[in-house]
């Protein structure tokens, strides 16, 4: 397959670069002028991205910052981001609703367009990363939260080092892509069965993520 560098627009930062991988075309943003953000101790070091529908995801996105403080970044959206923006930190959050719009097909959104850079496909070697989701463990218990799974093993082929597994006690559901070797790969939330639980999962997952991430 060829690939080749091309302007695909006009940015803030000046002209938008990117590149053809098969029919798609692919977003580079230009280097940004300080590429040191994650050694400065004034930047935060944690990233955090989500995809939401219905805004419960990032809801969750959001209540991980203020757990964060200062460590991390604002939430962003992951429609508006591409490889690019995960390189200031040394490690990020990546969150995403379950969507299972047709037998065996379960979107987790926005990612299906987030690729890592051509020139390097194990960009995030050396970034620590922890994947959350929500979903729904009634309506839809054989797929719940599987786009936690479709996530941690999308970052995981890109060289990230997996943190933030969690028990799976407390959950009725019968499978999951986000079960691996008996835990959870991630954060798994359900705001229609179990609203409650949902600010003390995060609370917890929250002080687990800062001993992890060191
Ligand atoms: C059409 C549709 C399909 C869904 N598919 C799944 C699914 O496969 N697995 C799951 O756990 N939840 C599923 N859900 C539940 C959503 O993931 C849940 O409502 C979630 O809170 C939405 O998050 P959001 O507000 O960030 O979009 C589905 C919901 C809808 C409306």
Redesign the pocket.
């Given at each position: 397959m060829s690939a080749a560098v091309v302007c695909i627009g006009e940015g803030a930062g000046g002209a938008l670069r990117g590149y053809r991988h098969g029919t798609r075309m692919v977003a580079l943003t230009p280097p940004r002028a300080s590429s040191s953000s994650s050694s400065s101790s004034s930047s935060p070091s944690v990233g955090i991205f989500y995809?939401?529908?219905?805004?419960?995801?990032?809801r969750v996105a959001n209540s991980l910052k203020v757990h964060l403080g200062t460590l991390a970044d604002e939430p962003q959206p992951i429609s508006a981001s591409n490889a690019r923006d995960f390189e200031p930190y040394d490690a990020i959050i990546f969150g995403a609703?379950?969507?299972?719009?047709e037998k065996h097909r379960?979107s987790a959104l926005d990612y299906d367009t987030i690729e890592p850079p051509f020139e390097n496909l194990r960009d995030l070697e050396g970034t620590k990363v922890a994947v959350f989701g929500?979903?729904?463990?009634n309506?839809?218990p054989k797929?719940?939260?599987?786009a936690v799974g479709i996530l941690h093993e999308h970052f995981s082929v890109r060289g990230a080092e997996m943190v933030g597994m969690t028990e799976n006690e407390g959950y009725e559901f019968k499978r999951s892509r986000a079960l691996k070797q008996g835990k959870l790969c991630g954060l798994a939330l359900?705001?229609?069965n179990a609203d409650d639980e949902v600010a003390g999962r995060v609370e917890a997952w929250a002080e687990q993520l800062k001993r992890e991430f060191g």
């Open positions: 995809a939401t529908g219905t805004g419960n995801t990032k609703p379950s969507y299972l719009w379960v929500v979903g729904d463990q309506e839809y797929n719940f939260c599987d359900d705001f229609e």
